[in-house]
């Protein structure tokens, strides 16, 4: 911890983060305070970008999330979208340079050759761990292993 100087100028800054790390309140002021007093404080927090908004901003047209375990998979937009996922709460990666569509939703495979599929089902959708209804049901096949999830089209 550092020190305090005499006359020196002190602010505070606070940021809001759910169970998983996720940033959902940020202050965008710096609140003034005086080292000592006994004077309330008050922070005014904002809603940080959501990730749904981040993806949206770099041009991915579908976000989904699963849970137990925890993973997302995020889907360019295009012909031939790549795509990118996270399993097993982030400890697995994957990337698909290139997908073929399929009747219901795309297939490709990793640079390692691993054979990946993502079907999308547009109907609602409950992750099951919060209030949150999603506009579409999906399922994420890596190999022989199959995460079944929620998500959304971001550009409809």
Do not use: N, Q
């Not at 911890?1 to 020196?8: D, H, I, N």
């Not at 047209?61 to 889907?75: A, C, D, N, S, Y």
């Not at 012909?79 to 097993?88: N, Q, R, V």
């Amino acid at each position: 911890a550092g020190k305090l100087r005499a006359g020196g100028s002190y602010g505070l800054h606070a940021s809001l983060r759910d169970a998983e790390g996720t940033l959902w309140f940020v202050t965008d002021t710096r609140a003034p305070v005086v080292p000592g007093s006994g004077a309330p404080v008050e922070l005014r927090l904002v809603r940080a970008s959501s990730p749904w908004e981040d993806a949206k901003s770099r041009g991915i047209g579908f976000r989904g999330i699963g849970t137990e375990p925890g993973w997302l998979v995020e889907m360019a937009r295009g012909e031939s979208p790549a795509f990118h996922a996270e399993l097993d709460y982030g400890e697995r990666k994957i990337d698909v340079a290139r997908t073929e569509a399929i009747a219901d939703g795309f297939r490709g495979k990793t640079a390692d050759g691993i054979a990946v599929s993502l079907k999308i089902v547009r109907e609602t959708c409950s992750d099951g761990m919060s209030d949150v209804i999603y506009p579409a049901s999906m399922a994420l096949t890596v190999g022989d292993r199959t995460y079944h999830g929620c998500g959304r089209f971001l550009f409809d």
